[in-house]
């Protein structure tokens, strides 16, 4: 590939979570991401249903290839020549094979983009480790990866939720959207993991950030996509719980933003468009989901944001408590205990 194409980089990463893309994909997808954890089959078929309501196939995988296909003229409008790969962390394009790949290409140092705008081991310390483990996979000659910084509070990452949001509050009625509960949502963690890492606080902020963005002041947060045992708890409300105590309160229209997802993952098509707008419709409650950033200009512009930040010295843009460093100390985020239950995640 020859001379560093970027301030001191040669390509750009995008780093996700993966998911299955026909039927037969799911339950090695699923067994593989609960792989060493002793989650009994039946739980892994349990989850396997879901699939089979969306033929089988994540809508993660498509979304990312949208990302990318974003990204290119984006970069290309900011002067920035970095070819672009593409790795998971539990289907394929696996992580390891487009190291490989990169190495091949006589990449030597690239950036890294993952799909997650929260500090969380989940979120951002596992694809550390991903990382590190993919590297050691490779070995001799696999480039070395930075890893581009959580974004939660960014202001590129605020507006583009900001603007879903808008579009959701738009399809009712003004008298209605008036009066329509804001909620956020987002995926749910054990406490031994929101107990030792600012994921928490970091939503919070994330939603008071949009909701002042859109001239609101009332809003709620809550979880969704609970995977572990009862006995162990995690972050709460329950989504669904918090639609009961909505309705029970009075409330006839609710606009609910999946402030925890940056694109339409399972959790979001199953958890929230099915399984919430079910509950919602026992209830008497119309409830408009707000799309996830995706592919909206204000999050592809902050991709490329965070890329000017390592390679230009450009500001490092925090509307909040950010921005958060480039390099995580070592202690930060540890690894929660996981007991057996469903698997976590389902992308």
């Not at 879901?50 to 949208?66: H, K, M, T, V, W």
């Not at 939503?203 to 609970?226: I, K, P, Y």
Request: glycine fraction near 8%.
């Amino acid at each position: 590939m020859g001379a560093m194409r970027h301030g001191g980089f040669d390509a750009l990463l995008l780093l996700s979570f993966g998911g299955p893309e026909r039927p037969a994909d799911v339950m090695p997808f699923l067994e593989n991401v609960v792989r060493g954890r002793n989650v009994p089959r039946e739980r892994l078929l349990e989850v396997a249903q879901n699939y089979e309501l969306f033929g089988g196939r994540s809508p993660i995988n498509d979304q990312n290839r949208a990302l990318l296909a974003a990204l290119r003229p984006a970069l290309a409008a900011a002067g920035i020549e970095l070819p672009l790969y593409w790795g998971n962390r539990n289907w394929a394009p696996y992580l390891a094979d487009e190291l490989r790949r990169m190495r091949e290409d006589g990449v030597r140092r690239a950036l890294c983009f993952v799909t997650s705008a929260f500090s969380s081991y989940s979120g951002c310390r596992q694809y550390r480790e991903d990382l590190a483990k993919g590297s050691a996979e490779v070995g001799a000659g696999c480039p070395e990866v930075d890893k581009l910084r959580t974004f939660h509070d960014h202001p590129r990452f605020v507006a583009a939720l900001a603007a879903r949001l808008r579009e959701a509050f738009a399809t009712l009625p003004p008298e209605s959207a008036e009066r329509a509960r804001l909620v956020f949502s987002a995926h749910s963690v054990p406490l031994s993991m929101a107990t030792t890492s600012p994921y928490e606080a970091q939503l919070r902020e994330t939603a008071a950030l949009v909701a002042r963005e859109l001239g609101r002041d009332e809003w709620t947060l809550c979880f969704q996509s609970r995977s572990g045992p009862p006995s162990q708890p995690w972050l709460e409300p329950d989504v669904n719980e918090h639609l009961k105590g909505l309705a029970a309160a009075g409330a006839r229209e609710v606009v609910l933003s999946p402030l925890g997802f940056v694109s339409d993952h399972m959790e979001v098509v199953y958890d929230l468009d099915t399984q919430a707008q079910q509950t919602a419709r026992a209830l008497g409650l119309e409830l408009v989901r707000a799309a996830t950033p995706g592919v909206h200009p204000e999050f592809v512009a902050l991709v490329v944001e965070l890329i000017r930040e390592r390679t230009e010295g450009a500001p490092r843009l925090a509307l909040g408590s950010g921005p958060r460093p480039d390099v995580c100390a070592l202690d930060c985020c540890p690894a929660p205990a996981h007991p057996a239950g469903r698997p976590r995640p389902t992308a």
